[in-house]
């Protein structure tokens, strides 16, 4: 009888056989318990698989709790509790969440503590589809208390900088700053932040603020590249061109051999032009046409195999992340920049765990096998991995698409650039270039680091090597040749 499988499944977890008592949850439910029992096994269940760390198995049955019974439900608190601490370790993604509201779950109806849950999916929802003020509604509902408070923060101060909205967009970021150790990747979070803060002030042209902004970046940081070359603009914005030029000697460092960062050369061409370095410009280009011109050509080629089949997309980053890739050379910094994407970190990441779980699957009783949870288990495992497998791929597809009009795009400026320096007409060039949109002049040493006032600085020549040590402090010292 049903009732005597979840004793006997509550004496094994009693002993810590957590194996053994999914098992005589599981038959519970193979044998067609009533709705009481019902309820229970599948909670026990999940509790169990959850203890076993097969969490996204876990999260299925805990999900059956929540929507296959009508009428008072006595789990449905704890099966939402459960579900939110597997989903801060192992992120159930929105194709989960949306799969629940398929099947007629009202949030509403819900435990008032356990909402936020449903709010940051249904806003991530409404964020991908751009429905901003949805989104944003369904973020504003999740309060402090709330672990999902910093995640839904960060996509608050996304859509309030989209709608110029930028007091309100860096409050939003500093709670996600302020909060993000609440999470295990706190300091992702924080970086990412603290990047958005320099962009709204680099976009209100507060080059100054949005450069100590970048400078927050540690050199340790995966995002310290990405702040380099940004706040590169900035300086150049503010007519500073050594801090410009010496910010892209680090990008172009061999040490970063595989990164992408194409318009660097771009920037470095026209602030050499402003400085009526013309040599210099004609070397950027040249540098920009030796480095991505082959980039460019076996992009195409990824493109055209991987047409029919953008499965293939996640192979090749997932070879490259492991560092076996072994085709399309060339193309390296592009798997490196979609390895980067959060896309393509949240695929391998989920890929992983779901290998993990299939991996200790392999090891349990045989009753699992012979009773047919542990098939069941398989296929739905198999199931949500190929899913996200192919949505990964179609979105590394796409990202591709961009970086091949992007390098296209980059590669029709550096011809302008290099027609019009051949053709004599640098003034007309320059005269395009001249922005002035800061009031004031600020000066920087080591990189981003603003000079102080009364600061002894001992000269070092510079000549254009490479120091590990000194990657972002380099500063140029070279004088405009324009005639006045």
């Known amino acids: 009888m049903a009732w005597a499988d979840l004793r006997q499944g509550r004496i094994y977890e009693q002993t810590g056989r957590f194996d053994l008592a999914a098992f005589e949850y599981f038959d519970t439910l193979r044998k067609g318990a009533k709705d009481g029992d019902k309820i229970q096994a599948e909670f026990e269940l999940a509790s169990s698989l959850q203890t076993m760390k097969l969490f996204y198995s876990a999260s ?128 992702w979070l924080r970086e990412q932040a603290t990047i958005n803060i320099a962009r709204i002030h680099y976009e209100a042209k507060d080059f100054v603020r949005a450069i100590a902004s970048y400078a927050k970046i540690p050199r340790n940081s995966d995002n310290w590249l990405t702040a380099l070359f940004e706040a590169s603009w900035a300086f150049f914005l503010m007519e500073n061109s050594n801090n410009t030029l010496g910010n892209i000697h680090t990008l172009h460092s061999p040490f970063f051999d595989n990164r992408f960062f194409p318009e660097s050369y771009i920037l470095q061409a026209v602030t050499f032009l402003r400085l009526c370095q013309f040599e210099q410009v004609k070397n950027s280009v040249d540098a920009f046409k030796t480095r991505y011109t082959p980039v460019l050509s076996e992009l195409s080629k990824i493109l055209d195999e991987a047409k029919t089949n953008p499965n293939k997309m996640v192979d090749w980053v997932r070879a490259y992340n492991s560092q076996s890739l ?6 390296w910094p592009i798997f490196d920049a979609l390895a980067r994407t959060d896309v393509a970190r949240q695929m391998l990441s989920f890929v992983a765990n779901v290998d993990k779980e299939l991996l200790i699957l392999e090891g349990t009783p045989e009753a699992w096998r012979s009773t047919g949870l542990r098939g069941t288990l398989n296929e739905f495992l198999n199931g949500k991995k190929a899913a996200i497998v192919k949505d990964a791929g179609r979105a590394l597809y796409q990202e591709s698409q961009f970086y091949l009009q992007y390098l296209s795009d980059l590669s029709e400026q550096t011809k302008l650039i290099h027609a019009e320096l051949m053709l004599g007409k640098i003034e007309q060039l320059r005269r395009k270039l001249q922005i002035r949109t800061t009031p004031k002049k600020e000066n920087f040493i080591g990189g981003m680091q603003p000079l102080v006032i009364g600061q002894n600085l001992e000269y070092w020549p510079f000549e254009g090597e490479y120091w590990e040590d000194e990657l972002g402090g380099y500063v140029y010292n070279i004088e405009s040749q324009c005639k006045k």
Not at 326 to 331: D, G, K, L, T, W
């Open 60 to 187: 299925y049955y805990f999900g059956q709790v929540l929507v296959n019974h009508s009428g008072p439900n006595p789990y449905r608190a704890r099966a939402l509790e459960a579900l939110t601490k597997i989903d801060a370790e192992y992120p159930l993604g929105p194709s989960f969440m949306q799969s629940l509201l398929a099947k007629g779950l009202d949030p509403n109806a819900t435990p008032e503590a356990s909402r936020a849950f449903f709010y940051y999916y249904l806003g991530k929802d409404q964020f991908a589809k751009s429905h901003w003020g949805e989104a944003k509604n369904a973020f504003a509902r999740i309060t402090l208390k709330s672990p999902f408070f910093v995640k839904a923060s960060f996509h608050l101060g996304i859509i309030q900088a989209l709608e110029n909205e930028p007091a309100k967009a860096i409050r939003s970021f500093h709670n996600v700053i302020r909060h993000a150790n609440r999470l295990g990747n706190a300091e």
């Open 326 to 331: 072994q085709v399309y050379r060339n193309a």
